[in-house]
């Protein structure tokens, strides 16, 4: 089978008309088509754009798979062509994050966690965050209401790009770096 190279995605309803029309795929339906048949959605097939333009080439990039129309709930995937610190910033809605390719540090509150492959993260609305994500990473992730992004002190730039997340500092004698979260591994 070709699942491993494949992500399908099951597209449930119809996409919004709330400004991220760019972001979605060209054929996903727009409010008012609402369909009760599933729509298909490959990886090869999502449109994607850059998150901040003005680093080019170097932007992380989103594509926007599925919004909601009655919530704006919004599943989305955002890749980095190059690594980089997306700097302190917050969401309106709840958000998730399932790490598929690369390892991520998230920070926030204090805590900072190291995450691989098939981890995930809940991030509660208007929480201060932020990453530092590997050249190549993929990241599924959900919001649910409808998705936007408020920087603290400004979008990432170019002084960003290939940056790697600060050594901790601690009290004299504890470990320093990334935590680690907690796996649970169901029998």
Partial sequence: MVQHRTIAIVLAATACGCGMRAWMHPG?????????????????DLTWTRIVPELGATSPEIAIMHVDP???ATQLMIRTPAAIHVRKHWHSANETHTIIRGTAVLECDGQRAELGPGSFNFMPAK????????AHSLTFITVDRAWDINWVEGAPTAADVGARPPRLRHAAGAPSGPRNPVEHHPQ
């Fill in 28 to 44: 996903a339906p727009t409010r008012g088509q609402a369909s009760e048949q599933p729509a298909f959605l490959r990886h090869r």
């Fill in 70 to 72: 009655a919530t704006q």
């Fill in 127 to 134: 929480m201060i965050h932020e990453a530092w994500l590997p």
